[in-house]
């Protein structure tokens, strides 16, 4: 794969974990993710409204698959620049084995916290809601960090879920992250020109922000329906830029690595 070539961006509908392997070494500025959280078998039945959509805690089937961090330790490391950073999106069940696996092979394994301000009620009021993600980082000693002031150096940033005219409705993913919160990690762990890769790019939200500021973006979607939403948010993203080469989905066949 010749990602030196990438001028804007590049997005495939394929399997991550085996197209991974053609990505040359050392050719990655910033892994910037949003792998599954392996919440859905915890996370069933929704629950219709009147007064607004329904509460959808049914995950996509994607969700339901095992996603384990320790089957791509090696080559996440292996596609990194020394100076890149990992950034990956997770969940209370997970943080456990994303620490035991990447803190042993990186210099430094830390975590943000994004704080969403406007998180779905829980009608019933039967346990706390669900306002908090977790963040994982890591990365080597001389990797990329653009910190301004002190108070840029918090690991804990406030924002809504996406919404409005950002969020897409068809196809809408249920895990849709906002551009905001993504351009404050890729302003923190990348330059411009830089770079970006997320094997598991859903709707393109990565791609989006990573050409808002002036980055080269690299993805990949199994789910084919997210992968074609993805390369027409990426497309609308460039023409916004000046219409430069503006890239093409590719289609591969996809069958899960676990097969």
């Not at 990602?3 to 910037?32: C, E, Q, R």
């Not at 009620?121 to 002190?150: D, M, V």
Request: aromatic residues 10%.
């Amino acid at each position: 794969m010749d990602v030196l070539n990438i001028k804007k961006s590049k997005t495939y509908h394929t399997d991550a974990f085996k197209k991974i392997v053609n990505i040359p070494d050392n050719s990655i500025d910033l892994i910037l993710t949003d792998p599954p959280y392996n919440l859905g078998k915890y996370s069933t039945g929704n629950i219709k409204m009147d007064w607004r959509a329904d509460f959808n805690n049914d995950l996509a089937d994607w969700d339901k698959e095992t996603f384990s961090p320790s089957e791509w330790v090696k080559e996440f490391k292996r596609i990194l620049k020394p100076t890149g950073n990992l950034v990956a999106f997770t969940s209370y069940n997970l943080i456990g084995e994303w620490h035991s696996s990447f803190d042993p092979e990186f210099d430094t394994f830390q975590f943000m916290v994004w704080h969403k301000t406007n998180p779905a009620p829980k009608i019933r009021k039967a346990g706390f809601l669900n306002s908090c993600e977790l963040i994982i980082l890591a990365w080597n000693k001389g990797h990329t960090w653009n910190f301004g002031k002190q108070n840029e150096m918090h690991n804990f940033i406030e924002t809504p879920i996406c919404m409005g005219n950002e969020r897409l409705k068809n196809p809408k993913h249920p895990t849709q992250k906002p551009l905001r919160v993504l351009e404050h990690v890729i302003k923190l762990a990348s330059k411009e020109g830089d770079l970006i890769f997320d094997p598991f790019m859903g709707v393109g939200s990565t791609g989006v922000a990573s050409l808002n500021l002036k980055r080269r973006f690299l993805g990949f979607e199994k789910e084919k329906e997210y992968a074609v939403a993805a390369n027409e948010r990426i497309k609308n993203a460039q023409e916004k830029g000046g219409k430069l080469d503006i890239g093409s989905l590719v289609i591969e066949q996809v069958l899960s690595h676990k097969n």
